[in-house]
């Protein structure tokens, strides 16, 4: 099979990266080591920036008709507000984070690929890569081969794209374990509102999904397997305080470790990485998701470019553009995360801080510019 790109990985990222190449008449095959709906990941904001980036391609308004709009986020001390941020005032047409699950993205952009004539070829697990000038020969554990002028590696933080290509992935892993938990609420559980409470006890997520359910994201020393409703309860009763909602019903819950890790390099030749396969990073501030389908379009737009002609120096713009903004999302999420996970005797100072910070408007502008992905226009 020969194809002008081959993109290993259905993810949001992958798919992004295929509805856009598809969209600008490019030849793209995509494939997928998991089978059709085994997606259990955790992405559940797609922030304004990213609906911007996906509104050429008929995919933002699908997204925000099945979506929760949440134009308010918090950081409270239990009860007490330290920062609010208001995303209302924010120069763009998706002034809120558009709270949706992870498969709820993934299905839609898979729709749209399968309009522009896509498709996603499963399970297909890569057992080589090989590249010359002309182009890249992909090995597949059935023994397929597919021929293409460009790979996009959108295969994850284990990417066999980015082991082909040499390419370093440096950083670490934080100490801690997180729980993740979709659940039913009864009490004070906001529809429209993203609260990040930080208590003594340490971080704890609360966040509004479509059809009445809150995901709860916290760390812990060890997180159990599958969490109970008794082991969500108790974080939300220690963490959250008097008056923490009511834990009606586990729908699905997970644990995780979190790295931080950049790639060395988003380009090496033919070969070029987007999302995962290119950084990871703590889930504070929810840009993980958002900033792979940055990096979708982004590498499309340059594909697109050279296939049609250009020189293919457009490949290293794409590089030296999306590498900075990573860096930087990493880093700010580490600042989070270690903020969030101080230990005790280090967090009513930390509070304090935070609040005094939080009364000075331009601080809650700035926040909001940043969790929202704008300032990264």
């Given amino acids: 099979m020969n194809t002008d790109v081959l993109i290993v990985g259905a993810g949001p990222t992958g798919l992004a990266a295929a509805v856009a190449l598809r969209s600008r008449g490019a030849s793209v095959t995509v494939v997928d080591r998991q089978a059709a709906g085994a997606n259990t990941s955790r992405a559940a904001v797609v922030n304004a920036r990213t609906l911007e980036v996906l509104e050429g391609f008929d995919v933002a308004r699908r997204l925000v008709k099945e979506g929760v709009e949440a134009p308010r986020f918090t950081i409270r001390d239990r009860g007490r507000t330290l920062i609010p941020v208001d995303f209302s005032g924010l120069p763009t047409e998706y002034p809120y984070s558009l709270m949706v699950s992870q498969a709820t993205t993934e299905r839609l952009l898979l729709e749209r690929l399968e309009e522009l004539g896509g498709r996603v070829l499963r399970p297909k697990t890569v057992t080589a890569v090989d590249q010359d000038p002309t182009g890249v020969t992909t090995t597949f554990d059935d023994g397929d081969r597919i021929r293409a002028r460009y790979v996009v590696g959108a295969d994850g933080i284990r990417s066999a794209v980015r082991e082909a290509a040499g390419i370093g992935f440096a950083g670490s892993v934080y100490d801690e374990s997180f729980v993740l938990a979709d659940v039913r609420l009864t009490g004070s559980a906001p529809a429209d509102e993203v609260i990040l409470y930080w208590a003594k006890e340490g971080l704890t997520v609360v966040a509004p999904l479509p059809d009445g359910v809150h995901r709860i994201v916290a760390p812990v020393a060890e997180a159990p397997e599958e969490p109970s409703a008794a082991f969500v309860q108790q974080i939300l009763d220690t963490r959250v305080g008097a008056g923490a909602p009511t834990v009606n019903e586990v729908i699905w819950g997970s644990r995780f470790r979190i790295h931080h890790r950049v790639a060395d390099a988003f380009r090496a030749g033919r070969l070029l990485l987007a999302g995962d396969a290119a950084h990871v990073h703590s889930p504070a501030g929810g840009q993980g998701m958002n900033l792979g389908i940055q990096d979708a379009v982004a590498v ?59 009364r000075v408007p331009a601080v809650r502008y700035g926040l909001a510019r940043r969790l929202s992905g704008l300032v990264y226009r």
Avoid at 307 to 330: F, H, N, Q
């Fill in 300 to 358: 499309a737009d340059a594909l697109a470019a050279v296939l049609s002609g250009e020189p293919d120096t457009r490949l290293d713009e794409y590089s030296e553009a999306r590498r900075p903004i990573a860096k930087e999302v990493v880093e700010m999420t580490d600042r989070l995360t270690r903020l969030a996970t101080l230990p005790r005797a280090a967090r009513p100072v930390r509070n304090i801080a935070i609040r005094l910070a939080g």
